[in-house]
């Protein structure tokens, strides 16, 4: 259980010259786990915002309370404050059994099992705010567990197969998105014995305690994974030097690395997801507003569009190792607004599965490249020695603004429609494609480790 992982898993190459040498990187051991921890890490999403949403229209919660609901997923955007404890802090008993890494990832993943223990017990129809308290039991324990994957991710490969290992954690964060969000429907439809809308809080139950049990995966995978190659930090002689290592010097380094060029880095990190994120809140009410069933949902918007998803992931993967990152994420950005346009002229459609299916395909496309070109972005600025504290602060700040945001979106859709706030979500997206322009410009350096963390562990 002690042995180590290092780049040894995932050897250092050379850039890929031809596409063979591309998919390679996709049979290596590193990526089969990356692919297990990505479900783990993917499952609670959407229990706690996308299917709960769903849950709570169907239980007949009014679309500006779902709105306002969805800063539960805040707890992901302010992951930064507690991640130097994750990044520093070893667990009496387990970190010694597991490593630091791996004890903080079961220690999570415990936690978001309880919680979604919690909500499929409570009935939201009864009482509201104790299903929100294990709502946001889940997110913090998502949140934490990102934190330590995230560091575990980074620390398991060199910088060359950062993207590739990107797309598998993609795959397995969506295929865990097609079972906590078509998986959980069907389940909730199975158990309710109907395909309508009518709520039922014992069909809901057990399709929780369904996606509770699902996360023995993670469990298991992070039982039978290899730590990451142990890095000595700096010994501290007191509590203030600690805490000084632990929550200053990762952020003060990052700015000291980048210089004026951080706050370009970090508004572009603010912004790049915020279309998908603000438009995402509203799709499931959208989806029982315009008469989808259970059964339609899971299939076209859960299984199907998640599967184009994956696809855009790993597309996005191959092309930022053969073309660059900075030229994905443009490409990213642009089409992911686009796409949300399509929502815009589906809300005339009234209830036409084809539109949907045809919508759900282009623009889960989009999101997977996008994706997948961004968490390699993020990956490359980091620095070795605060893996987790650095990367927890970029995906915190890739999710604060747009998640404060998307909490007013159910009070948009009651007083200008569907339409309009599908267009609305389209437009955010001007603002980062002059950030992605501005980066390429003044970055224009390959996608690499930073510099003083370009030495991997060996």
Known sequence: MNDTTSPSDTPPVKPAHSWKDAFQVYL?????????????????????????????????IDRSTIGFLSW???????????????????????CRWLGR???WLLLAQCVVMA????MALLDPQQALEPVVWCALVVAFGSATQDIALDAYRIESADPQHQAALAACYQTGYRLAMIWAGAGVLWVAARAAGTNDNTYLHTAWQTAYLVMAASMGLGLVTVLLSPEPAHRELPAARNAAEWLRGA???????????????????????????????????????????????????AAVTKVFGVVMTLLGAFIGGV???????????????VLSALTNLLFAWLA????DLTALVWVISADNLASGIASAAFIAYLSGLTHVNYSATQY?????????????LAGFSGVYVDAHGYEAFFTSTALLGAPVLVLVWLASRVLPVAMTAPSGGGEQAE
């Open 101 to 103: 890494r791996r004890s």
């Open 28 to 60: 290596q051991p590193a990526s089969w786990r990356m692919l297990c921890l990505g479900f783990s890490a993917g499952l609670p999403l959407l229990l706690v915002l996308g299917t709960l949403s769903f849950r709570l229209r169907e239980a007949g």
């Open 247 to 297: 929550l200053i010097e990762p952020f003060a380094e990052f700015i000291r690395r980048y210089r004026w060029q951080a706050a370009l880095i970090l508004g572009l990190i603010a912004v790049y997801r915020i279309s998908d994120v603000v438009m995402g809140i509203m799709a499931n009410p959208f989806y029982v507003d315009m008469g989808y069933t259970k059964d339609e949902v």
């Open 72 to 94: 539960v997923g805040l707890a992901y955007g302010f992951k930064w404050v507690w991640s130097p404890l994750v990044d520093r802090l070893p667990l009496p008993g387990l």
């Open 115 to 118: 919680g979604l223990v919690g």
């Open 319 to 333: 092309m930022s190792m053969r073309w660059g990152v900075m030229r994905i994420l443009m490409w990213g950005a």
């Open 392 to 404: 927890a602060l970029f995906s915190s700040m890739m999710l604060l603004a747009p998640k404060w």
């Open 348 to 351: 005339t459609r009234g209830h």
